[in-house]
């Protein structure tokens, strides 16, 4: 069965770096777009970065140019690179398997979920 598996959170001051990881297992990983989102409590979810197969990426506003999506689909491992970490990035972060080849950052667009890692950004 597919499965995904999330590591690298941690509790990091503002202006910090983390990197995270989530391992995919049970179907063909090259295949499907990957992605991570972030939920804080009371907030929504939110899509903050995702890549093609062949490493198409794309991110949200509020992350561009601080966090990069990467992939290693021999390992079949998704990553996420994040930089000039804020207070506001604190959140519970999920990777998630888009239903295409290619899906928009909208939560119904993917069919299997993490169990997320949390990442804590201190001032």
């Known amino acids: 069965q597919v499965q995904l598996v999330e590591s690298g959170g941690g509790s990091v001051q503002a202006g910090g770096s983390l990197r995270l990881s989530c391992a995919a297992s049970?179907?063909?990983?090259?295949?499907?777009?990957m992605a991570w989102f972030r939920q804080s409590p009371g907030k929504e979810r939110e899509g903050v970065a995702g890549?093609?197969?062949?490493?198409?990426?794309m991110y949200a506003d509020s992350v561009k140019g601080r966090f990069t999506i990467s992939r290693d689909n021999a390992k079949n491992t998704l990553y996420l690179e994040m930089n000039s970490l804020k207070p506001e990035d604190t959140a519970m972060y999920y990777c998630?398997?888009?239903?295409?080849?290619?899906?928009?950052?909208?939560?119904?667009?993917?069919?299997?979920w993490g169990q997320g890692t949390q990442v804590t950004v201190s001032p």
């Open positions: 998630a398997r888009g239903r295409a080849w290619w899906v928009p950052l909208e939560s119904r667009r993917y069919d299997y």
């Open positions: 049970g179907y063909i990983y090259g295949t499907y777009y």
């Open positions: 890549i093609t197969g062949d490493a198409v990426t």
